[in-house]
Protein backbone atom coordinates (compact mmCIF):
# COMPACT_ATOMS: atom_id res chain seq x y z
CA UNK A 1 0.00 0.00 0.00
CA UNK A 2 1.44 3.58 -1.15
CA UNK A 3 0.34 7.02 0.88
CA UNK A 4 -0.06 7.62 4.38
CA UNK A 5 -3.28 6.09 5.42
CA UNK A 6 -3.46 8.63 7.65
CA UNK A 7 -3.22 12.16 6.06
CA UNK A 8 -2.81 15.12 7.97
CA UNK A 9 -4.86 17.37 5.61
CA UNK A 10 -7.35 17.07 2.85
CA UNK A 11 -6.10 19.69 0.52
CA UNK A 12 -8.60 20.88 -1.75
CA UNK A 13 -8.02 24.02 -4.33
CA UNK A 14 -7.21 27.28 -1.97
CA UNK A 15 -6.19 25.12 0.81
CA UNK A 16 -3.17 26.51 2.90
CA UNK A 17 -0.28 24.76 3.80
CA UNK A 18 2.30 25.13 6.46
CA UNK A 19 5.45 25.29 4.16
CA UNK A 20 5.45 24.78 -0.01
CA UNK A 21 8.88 23.22 -1.27
CA UNK A 22 9.45 24.05 -4.91
CA UNK A 23 11.72 21.08 -6.04
CA UNK A 24 11.85 17.58 -5.13
CA UNK A 25 15.97 16.93 -5.51
CA UNK A 26 18.06 16.28 -2.18
CA UNK A 27 17.05 19.63 -0.85
CA UNK A 28 13.56 19.52 -1.23
CA UNK A 29 12.97 15.98 -0.18
CA UNK A 30 15.34 16.03 3.00
CA UNK A 31 13.47 19.07 4.18
CA UNK A 32 9.80 18.14 3.38
CA UNK A 33 10.60 15.09 5.37
CA UNK A 34 12.00 16.56 8.12
CA UNK A 35 9.35 19.08 8.49
CA UNK A 36 6.38 16.41 8.45
CA UNK A 37 8.04 14.76 11.08
CA UNK A 38 7.80 18.04 13.11
CA UNK A 39 3.88 18.31 12.14
CA UNK A 40 4.08 20.38 9.65
CA UNK A 41 1.32 20.31 6.91
CA UNK A 42 4.12 20.14 3.76
CA UNK A 43 3.32 20.68 -0.08
CA UNK A 44 6.47 19.40 -1.94
CA UNK A 45 6.27 19.87 -5.59
CA UNK A 46 8.40 18.62 -8.44
CA UNK A 47 7.74 19.23 -11.72
CA UNK A 48 8.67 15.25 -12.06
CA UNK A 49 8.02 13.02 -9.66
CA UNK A 50 9.56 10.29 -10.94
CA UNK A 51 12.74 11.73 -10.78
CA UNK A 52 12.28 12.41 -6.56
CA UNK A 53 15.56 12.69 -5.04
CA UNK A 54 17.21 11.62 -7.99
CA UNK A 55 21.20 11.72 -7.56
CA UNK A 56 23.85 13.06 -10.15
CA UNK A 57 24.98 9.97 -11.02
CA UNK A 58 23.49 6.43 -10.87
CA UNK A 59 25.16 4.72 -7.90
CA UNK A 60 24.83 5.75 -4.03
CA UNK A 61 28.53 5.09 -3.75
CA UNK A 62 30.27 6.86 -1.98
CA UNK A 63 27.42 8.97 -1.56
CA UNK A 64 28.43 10.20 1.94
CA UNK A 65 25.11 10.96 3.04
CA UNK A 66 24.74 12.24 6.57
CA UNK A 67 23.28 10.01 9.44
CA UNK A 68 19.81 10.65 10.44
CA UNK A 69 18.66 12.00 7.00
CA UNK A 70 16.01 9.80 5.09
CA UNK A 71 18.64 9.41 2.30
CA UNK A 72 21.21 7.53 4.61
CA UNK A 73 17.72 5.83 6.39
CA UNK A 74 17.48 4.11 2.60
CA UNK A 75 20.29 3.54 2.04
CA UNK A 76 20.86 1.60 5.04
CA UNK A 77 17.91 -0.47 3.98
CA UNK A 78 19.62 -1.61 0.23
CA UNK A 79 23.37 -2.43 1.60
CA UNK A 80 25.11 -3.46 0.34
CA UNK A 81 23.45 -2.74 -3.08
CA UNK A 82 24.10 0.92 -4.66
CA UNK A 83 22.15 0.89 -7.91
CA UNK A 84 20.63 4.29 -7.53
CA UNK A 85 17.08 3.26 -9.43
CA UNK A 86 16.74 1.00 -6.63
CA UNK A 87 17.58 3.90 -4.05
CA UNK A 88 15.26 6.20 -6.01
CA UNK A 89 11.89 3.55 -5.96
CA UNK A 90 12.55 2.99 -2.10
CA UNK A 91 13.06 6.58 -1.21
CA UNK A 92 9.93 7.68 -3.11
CA UNK A 93 8.43 5.09 -1.54
CA UNK A 94 9.45 6.47 1.55
CA UNK A 95 8.40 9.87 0.57
CA UNK A 96 4.61 9.10 -0.22
CA UNK A 97 4.20 6.97 2.75
CA UNK A 98 5.22 10.14 5.16
CA UNK A 99 2.21 11.65 6.93
CA UNK A 100 1.84 15.46 6.26
CA UNK A 101 3.60 15.56 2.76
CA UNK A 102 1.27 16.05 -0.07
CA UNK A 103 3.18 15.49 -3.49
CA UNK A 104 2.07 17.32 -6.36
CA UNK A 105 3.46 17.19 -10.00
CA UNK A 106 3.22 20.96 -11.09
CA UNK A 107 5.49 23.79 -12.31
CA UNK A 108 5.76 26.70 -10.40
CA UNK A 109 6.36 30.11 -12.31
CA UNK A 110 5.50 32.80 -10.05
CA UNK A 111 5.66 33.47 -6.28
CA UNK A 112 3.70 35.96 -4.69
CA UNK A 113 4.13 37.29 -1.49
CA UNK A 114 1.02 38.48 0.98
CA UNK A 115 0.60 39.04 4.27
CA UNK A 116 -0.06 35.98 5.80
CA UNK A 117 1.11 33.15 2.67
CA UNK A 118 2.60 33.00 -0.52
CA UNK A 119 0.90 32.32 -3.46
CA UNK A 120 2.76 29.80 -6.20
CA UNK A 121 1.35 30.47 -9.85
CA UNK A 122 1.60 27.15 -11.51
CA UNK A 123 2.17 26.38 -15.55
CA UNK A 124 -1.37 24.13 -14.87
CA UNK A 125 -3.68 26.81 -14.09
CA UNK A 126 -4.30 26.34 -10.39
CA UNK A 127 -2.37 29.03 -7.75
CA UNK A 128 -1.06 27.27 -4.28
CA UNK A 129 -1.13 29.12 -0.92
CA UNK A 130 1.49 28.26 1.89
CA UNK A 131 1.80 30.75 4.93
CA UNK A 132 6.28 29.74 3.86
CA UNK A 133 7.62 29.08 0.49
CA UNK A 134 11.26 27.40 0.06
CA UNK A 135 13.22 27.19 -3.20
CA UNK A 136 15.03 24.26 -3.53
CA UNK A 137 15.11 23.80 -7.34
CA UNK A 138 18.80 22.57 -7.70
CA UNK A 139 20.38 23.32 -10.87
CA UNK A 140 17.18 24.24 -12.63
CA UNK A 141 16.83 28.15 -12.57
CA UNK A 142 16.94 28.61 -16.33
CA UNK A 143 19.33 25.51 -16.11
CA UNK A 144 20.96 24.73 -19.46
CA UNK A 145 22.24 21.31 -19.74
CA UNK A 146 25.45 20.61 -22.37
CA UNK A 147 26.50 17.20 -23.48
CA UNK A 148 29.22 17.10 -26.16
CA UNK A 149 27.74 20.31 -28.76
CA UNK A 150 24.77 19.66 -27.40
CA UNK A 151 22.70 22.20 -25.26
CA UNK A 152 19.13 21.36 -23.73
CA UNK A 153 16.59 23.68 -21.81
CA UNK A 154 17.35 21.63 -18.97
CA UNK A 155 18.97 20.82 -15.35
CA UNK A 156 19.30 17.69 -16.66
CA UNK A 157 17.89 15.35 -19.39
CA UNK A 158 14.36 15.32 -19.51
CA UNK A 159 13.56 17.78 -16.65
CA UNK A 160 12.27 21.36 -17.90
CA UNK A 161 13.94 24.10 -16.49
CA UNK A 162 12.29 26.87 -14.37
CA UNK A 163 12.60 30.14 -16.70
CA UNK A 164 9.55 31.38 -15.88
CA UNK A 165 10.32 31.63 -12.04
CA UNK A 166 13.38 32.48 -12.40
CA UNK A 167 12.47 35.68 -14.52
CA UNK A 168 9.85 35.82 -11.71
CA UNK A 169 12.19 36.74 -9.29
CA UNK A 170 14.38 39.11 -11.26
CA UNK A 171 11.14 41.17 -11.88
CA UNK A 172 10.39 40.75 -8.26
CA UNK A 173 14.04 42.42 -7.82
CA UNK A 174 16.19 39.29 -6.71
CA UNK A 175 19.64 39.77 -8.23
CA UNK A 176 20.42 35.94 -10.21
CA UNK A 177 24.17 35.07 -11.31
CA UNK A 178 25.50 32.12 -13.14
CA UNK A 179 26.73 29.07 -12.42
CA UNK A 180 28.08 26.35 -13.74
CA UNK A 181 28.61 22.44 -12.57
CA UNK A 182 30.47 19.37 -14.24
CA UNK A 183 29.05 15.80 -13.75
CA UNK A 184 31.60 13.37 -14.50
CA UNK A 185 30.61 10.23 -16.97
CA UNK A 186 30.14 6.96 -14.53
CA UNK A 187 29.11 3.36 -15.80
CA UNK A 188 28.61 4.12 -19.29
CA UNK A 189 26.79 7.55 -18.08
CA UNK A 190 28.02 10.38 -20.27
CA UNK A 191 29.79 13.33 -18.55
CA UNK A 192 28.20 16.51 -18.84
CA UNK A 193 28.10 20.07 -17.87
CA UNK A 194 25.06 22.47 -16.79
CA UNK A 195 24.55 25.88 -16.14
CA UNK A 196 22.13 27.70 -13.90
CA UNK A 197 20.96 31.12 -11.74
CA UNK A 198 21.19 31.56 -8.34
CA UNK A 199 20.74 34.75 -6.56
CA UNK A 200 23.68 36.45 -5.48
CA UNK A 201 24.89 36.10 -2.06
CA UNK A 202 23.89 39.35 -0.84
CA UNK A 203 20.45 38.23 -1.67
CA UNK A 204 20.12 35.95 0.94
CA UNK A 205 20.18 36.32 4.92
CA UNK A 206 20.71 32.92 5.81
CA UNK A 207 18.19 31.01 3.81
CA UNK A 208 15.72 33.46 3.88
CA UNK A 209 15.37 35.64 0.54
CA UNK A 210 16.14 39.41 1.52
CA UNK A 211 13.19 40.63 -0.58
CA UNK A 212 10.70 38.44 0.87
CA UNK A 213 9.21 37.60 4.45
CA UNK A 214 7.65 34.12 3.56
CA UNK A 215 10.41 32.49 0.51
CA UNK A 216 13.56 30.69 1.87
CA UNK A 217 15.90 28.69 -0.38
CA UNK A 218 18.22 25.36 0.32
CA UNK A 219 20.82 23.28 -1.33
CA UNK A 220 22.32 23.49 -5.23
CA UNK A 221 19.84 26.32 -5.79
CA UNK A 222 21.53 28.57 -3.00
CA UNK A 223 25.60 30.22 -3.68
CA UNK A 224 28.64 28.30 -3.11
CA UNK A 225 30.09 24.56 -3.75
CA UNK A 226 27.11 22.09 -2.50
CA UNK A 227 28.11 18.01 -2.01
CA UNK A 228 25.47 15.64 -1.29
CA UNK A 229 25.64 15.81 2.94
CA UNK A 230 26.02 19.58 2.44
CA UNK A 231 22.86 19.90 1.10
CA UNK A 232 21.38 17.67 2.92
CA UNK A 233 23.05 19.22 6.71
CA UNK A 234 21.43 22.56 4.44
CA UNK A 235 18.29 20.99 5.05
CA UNK A 236 18.05 20.06 8.42
CA UNK A 237 19.32 23.24 9.39
CA UNK A 238 16.67 25.48 7.99
CA UNK A 239 14.01 22.44 8.76
CA UNK A 240 14.83 23.53 12.52
CA UNK A 241 14.54 27.34 11.55
CA UNK A 242 11.23 27.23 9.97
CA UNK A 243 8.65 28.56 12.18
CA UNK A 244 5.92 26.37 13.35
CA UNK A 245 2.56 27.64 12.08
CA UNK A 246 4.50 29.50 9.10
CA UNK A 247 5.09 33.08 11.14
CA UNK A 248 8.42 34.55 10.47
CA UNK A 249 10.95 33.60 12.68
Not at 68 to 84: E, K, N, R
Request: charged letters at 20%; aromatic letters at 8%.
Amino acid sequence: MFGPSTPRSQPQPGHLYDVAVIGAGLAGTELAWRLAHAGQDVLLVSQALDHLGNLYQPTIREAGFPPGSVFAQVASQMAPDTDGWTFHRLLKAEIEATVGIHLLQSTVTALDEAEDRVTLSTWEGPALHARQAVLAVGAFLKGRLLIGDTMEDAGRLSEVAYDFLADDLAASGVYLTGREGHARGVEGAPPYDVRFLTPAPAELDGFRLRRFDRVWAVGQCTPGEHTYAGVLTDAARLAAQLPAGGGTA
